[in-house]
DNA sequence: AGATATTGTTTTATATCATAACAATACTTA
DNA sequence: TAAGTATTGTTATGATATAAAACAATATCT
């Protein structure tokens, strides 16, 4: 039994003290963690962070979106956006265009070197990916994993 | 599909861009990101983030051990865990004791204060865990989950 | 005994993340 | 149309997490 909770045989409910391994959090962080630290190693020859990634693959997937979309879409906060911005510009690789219907707005592209160095970017991670897989034994595994992270995200706390 | 390379017909092999949604990465952490948050409302009522819960928990588990001990287990940096164990001693939940084998190092305990403490901090976690057991859809789905991060973390980089 | 290692600690640097305020522009509605 | 309100990108700032370097006290090794 792994179950946190149980019945102790005086009617009271004992509260069992958790193991650390076995506690969801935990190891969703530990997880994480080494996975984050493969794609550091992977990526630190060409210099790019796993948000960094993350705009670029948006930005490619679909161009034109204004800063607000993209940054919303990962969870960034709009005013921590801005610098991460600056950085994929001054490297040339995205740029704000100023946006004819909303002024205020910018929209979002990949400059023709970004879509060279998105291409790299790909096939690097694709190294980082595949050995992901591997380890967790196939892609069934990695499809049995998605599946269950959707879970937890899911619903999202309604407060 | 959902694989991130294929072959295009052209003989050379493609690099698809990845779709944020399918990487493993990505999605562990949003869902450690949400799992977190709900551990952080469930905790907010005693003042105990998770660093905090994971050491008293370990104490708990085994009292008398060292800080770089402690510290290590949970991947916390000896130099990190100071200002953390101070606020648990502050607070009268855990305590420094003079080691009487090694006069470098500290046996750290819980106070009988923070047993009590645990005891509802346990409590409060079973809630917490169960709501994310129920979000995966049950035990069995808990236990797919926690063998596959664990294939993750198996194999640490060499190095 | 002398060299070397470990433990807890302080200090410092960096990265991440959130919040508040602001100017420019857009939208709403009276 | 004018006035009020909301949104967008931005700057500034603070909180937190994380890592590295150096140090004194103590332990261990040779």
Known sequence: MTDASKENGTGT????????QDIIGYKLRRAQLVVFQDFLDT?????????EFSVLTLIA??????????????????ANF???MDGLE???????RKAETDKRSHSLHLTPE??????????LWNT??????????????RDTLLALLDRLLGAKPTK
Chains 1, 2 share one sequence.
């Open 13 to 20: 409910a004992a509260v069992t003290i958790p193991a650390m």
């Open 43 to 51: 990526f630190s020859k060409i210099k790019l962070r796993p948000a």
């Open 61 to 78: 997937q679909t161009p034109g979106q204004k800063q607000t979309e993209i940054a919303e879409q990962l969870g960034i906060k709009r």
């Open 82 to 84: 801005v610098a991460l």
């Open 90 to 96: 001054k490297r040339g690789l995205a740029e704000r």
């Open 114 to 123: 970004g879509v060279e160095f998105t291409k790299k970017m790909a096939a």
């Open 128 to 141: 980082h990916e595949q050995r992901m897989i591997d380890r967790l034994g196939g892609p069934a595994e």
